[in-house]
């Protein structure tokens, strides 16, 4: 067992937490921990050095904490920059950007406090955290590791940076996720732009992005639509699967309940499996030694218009489904908008659908 290095004797005593009741203000800063136990509304900057503990809901226009956030309730703030994790009881609005991970050096840069004048012997950092605050930042071991983020409503925001894990019991509805460092789980995705994440992405629904969506490895409990999509290991989806562009599987395979359609390549280090058609209108490629299933859940009479395969060349290894050649994504597109038959998934999600409408 790896023993902690002993603080040192020479550091301050910390500085005892703030504690109150309700916070309201046009700006708020502590080098050292905070709890309030009710809402907090600051106009302008919140700055906390050590942990901020909420029994409430935050409202802010920029919320800098460089330990850990927690929230019961939900955020509404401009920007939000936090240095180890944040845990919400509710739904987190942020206009602009959500960063975690954030270093103390980074964090009082940004706040411009490397511009005041100290004395020689004193350090810019030291005005954003007390010094053993930031020794025991150093130590910590946290249990899901540094930079997660952990809702129990949804995440809304422009841009996402993200150093460790984002789940997510709600939808994740962003602008663009410049960086998942671990793995990325919400009831939806829906980003604008582009969506990288590390590890996992899992959906309990649908993922839609405009951009490219890159993963260690996707897994879709409904649909997948993106510009391009790219992962290390298997992409997997119970509905479609489409992209404008490529699809890549770099080392696994790709597997979806109805079609894969890509207006480019689509490439898989292993089985290319489709319940019904497979199209990539500039070349389809496996593994040496696998090969490409389509209409897998129709009968062999239904291949033709339904369980197809289609590029620009006939692909080797076709092992189910029949070529049909010149078939494009608009072609999928338009059999789509005629379907009247919905996989058991899609049904048990419409009577829910018409349920809440009522």
């Known amino acids: 067992m790896t023993r902690r290095a002993a603080p040192s004797a020479s550091l301050p005593a910390a500085p005892e937490p703030v504690q109150a009741k309700t916070l309201k203000r046009k700006q708020f800063s502590s080098t050292g921990d905070v709890h309030i136990l009710g809402d907090v509304t600051i106009t302008t900057q919140l700055i906390v050095g050590g942990d901020l503990l909420i029994d409430g809901d935050l409202i802010a226009e920029e919320v800098f904490c460089l330990g850990k956030l927690t929230v019961t309730g939900d955020i509404q703030v401009q920007s939000l920059y936090i240095g180890q994790t944040l845990d919400a009881g509710g739904n987190i609005d942020v206009e602009f950007l959500v960063k975690t991970g954030c270093s103390a050096e980074w964090m009082a840069r940004v706040l411009e406090l490397d511009q005041r004048k100290l004395k020689t012997e004193d350090n810019f ?13 150093a130590q910590s071991e946290l249990p899901g590791g540094s930079g997660d983020i952990q809702g129990l409503g949804y995440l809304s925001c422009a841009d996402l940076d ?177 379907r009247d038959q919905e996989l058991d998934w899609e049904m048990a999600r419409r009577v829910k659908r018409e349920m809440l409408a009522e």
């Open 162 to 338: 993200c150093q460790g894990n984002l789940q997510l019991d709600d939808d994740l509805d962003a602008a663009e996720v410049q960086f998942v460092g671990g793995h990325l789980a919400a009831s939806s995705i829906y980003v604008s732009g582009d969506c990288n994440c590390q590890g996992e992405v899992f959906s309990e629904t649908d993922i839609v992005t405009g951009g490219s969506l890159f993963a260690g490895e996707i897994v879709c409990q409904g649909n997948i639509a993106a510009g391009s999509i790219g992962s290390q290991g298997d992409i997997s989806g119970w509905g479609s699967i489409r992209a404008k562009g490529e699809i890549s599987s770099l080392f696994g395979e790709i597997h979806a309940g109805r079609w894969i359609a890509s207006g480019a390549t689509l490439y898989a280090a292993k089985y290319i499996k489709a319940g019904e058609s497979v199209i990539g209108e500039k070349g389809i490629s496996c593994g040496k030694d696998y090969g490409i299933f389509a209409g897998s859940n129709l009968p062999r009479s239904a291949w033709a218009k339904q369980g197809m395969i289609s590029a620009d060349s006939k692909p080797r290894l076709i092992l189910s489904g029949e070529f049909v050649e010149g078939k494009k994504l608009r072609h999928i597109d338009a059999l789509e908008k005629k």
């Open 125 to 137: 950092i030291d005005l954003l955290v007390h010094p053993a605050i930031l020794a025991r930042h």
